[in-house]
T-cell receptor
Framework: DGGITQSPKYLFRKEGQNVTLSCEQNLNHDAMYWYRQDPGQGLRLIYYSQIVNDFQKGDIAEGYSVSREKKESFPLTVTSAQKNPTAFYLC????????????FGQGTRLTVV | QKEVEQNSGPLSVPEGAIASLNCTYSDRGSQSFFWYRQYSGKSPELIMSIYSNGDKEDGRFTAQLNKASQYVSLLIRDSQPSDSATYLCAVRSGGYQKVTFGTGTKLQVIP
């Protein structure tokens, strides 16, 4: 089945710790995205990538880092510089042609303990 | 001014009625418009896309776009309790593949 897989589903982070969220897609999409969702604030774009080895900051990139070494994979690292990381993180992908319809993975819920 | 605006709701409709969800956007150059359904605790699911003025129908769902008024809507006919969810409006604009989301409208279908 084609789709987007995020792991883990739940993640707990201690203060001062870096954590990495995984996102893998087998839809052969060129573009991939990371969004953060907080209650009542909708989805906010963290980073996006249109091609391998290239990525751009979104609206709230501070405290986050990404890599795009393979077309299928777009991991997100939440660094200790992100002061309020507790949120629902969503990875999405879209084709580079057509109308760029974005499809989402099942999400990772990150909690600081 | 928010780029994509939606009434947060909740919008309550009785089962079998038509639910009407609205969205306005600020960028006149916006090109693609999407409606996502998000159940509580789950990720968004794409249910409709629309790119040109007018109506687009898919089963019980109809998306309506009016670029002159910068307005996009979603109609759900014969609403079912399973339609109870938050509906996110999303807009793509600019020369790159960035999609901006509204904060969503919570729909409650009352049996």
């Amino acid at each position: 089945d084609g789709g987007i897989t995020q792991s883990p589903k739940y993640l707990f982070r201690k203060e001062g710790q870096n954590v990495t969220l995984s996102c893998e897609q087998n839809l052969n999409h060129d573009a991939m995205y990371w969004y953060r969702q907080d209650p009542g604030q909708g989805l906010r774009l963290i980073y996006y990538s249109q091609i391998v080895n290239d990525f751009q900051k979104g609206d709230i990139a501070e405290g986050y880092s990404v890599s795009r070494e393979k077309k299928e994979s777009f991991p997100l690292t939440v660094t200790s510089a992100q002061k309020n990381p507790t949120a629902f993180y969503l990875c999405a992908s879209s084709p580079s042609g057509g109308y760029f319809e974005a499809f989402f993975g099942q999400g990772t819920r990150l909690t600081v303990v | 001014q928010k780029e994509v605006e939606q009434n947060s709701g909740p919008l309550s409709v009785p089962e079998g009625a038509i639910a009407s969800l609205n969205c306005t956007y600020s960028d006149r150059g916006s090109q693609s418009f999407f409606w996502y359904r998000q159940y509580s605790g789950k990720s968004p699911e794409l249910i409709m896309s629309i790119y040109s003025n007018g109506d687009k129908e898919d089963g019980r769902f109809t998306a309506q776009l009016n670029k002159a008024s910068q307005y996009v809507s979603l109609l759900i006919r014969d609403s079912q309790p399973s339609d109870s969810a938050t509906y996110l409006c999303a807009v793509r604009s600019g020369g790159y593949q960035k999609v901006t989301f509204g904060t969503g409208t919570k729909l409650q279908v009352i049996p």
